[in-house]
């Protein structure tokens, strides 16, 4: 004989479940509410826009979000090396694209109230390996010590001319 499925939920609790009430979050207007996301009890994710970073820009070719903040954690978006205010590629060296991408990186985070020695990992996608070497260079000089965990890797393509890419993980 087969046992019976027993609810763990009483009666009285799963209707009050069903009754609850609107939150904070759901009144506000669509505007206002387009800019969070849902997330676990307790914790709100915000939407970091950043203007000295690419993706402020009204007519961006891509529209992303540059980041997200939930609680106290800040994961950025894919960051290629654009100009904020143009859109334009910063250069067509790895050193140039470099150093675009972590002055970026460097304006999101504290739009989002961290900071670059509050990076806990990063990952980059290059379109060629052999570009790694220059990369060092530059994430020496804004990671001198103390350096994020990290994963490195290769892509096919980024985007016309874009040899790198790079997202963050960091905490307030």
């Not at 996301?37 to 402020?56: Q, Y």
């Not at 960051?79 to 460097?106: M, W």
């Not at 350096?147 to 874009?162: A, D, E, F, L, N």
Request: proline share 5%; no cysteine; glycine share 8%.
């Amino acid at each position: 004989m087969a046992a019976k499925k027993v609810s763990r939920r009483s009666p009285a609790k799963a209707a009050k479940s069903a009754a609850r009430k609107p939150t904070a979050a759901s009144k506000r207007p669509a505007a206002a509410r387009s800019k969070s996301r849902s997330a676990p009890a307790g914790l709100r994710a915000v939407k970091i826009v950043a203007k000295d970073a690419p993706g402020s820009m009204a007519n961006h070719v891509y529209p992303f979000a540059q980041g997200w903040r939930l609680g106290n954690l800040v994961f950025t978006g894919g960051i290629a090396a654009e100009d904020p205010k143009t859109g334009k590629l910063a250069g067509s060296d790895i050193v140039t694209q470099s150093e675009r991408v972590f002055q970026t990186l460097k304006a999101i985070l504290e739009e989002a109230g961290s900071s670059l020695d509050k990076v806990l990992k990063v990952n980059v996608f290059f379109v060629d390996f052999a570009d790694k070497a220059g990369f060092e260079t530059v994430y020496g000089k804004y990671f001198p010590k103390n350096r994020p965990g990290r994963t490195s890797m290769t892509v096919t393509k980024i985007g016309h001319g874009t040899l790198l890419e790079l997202d963050a993980i960091a905490y307030v």
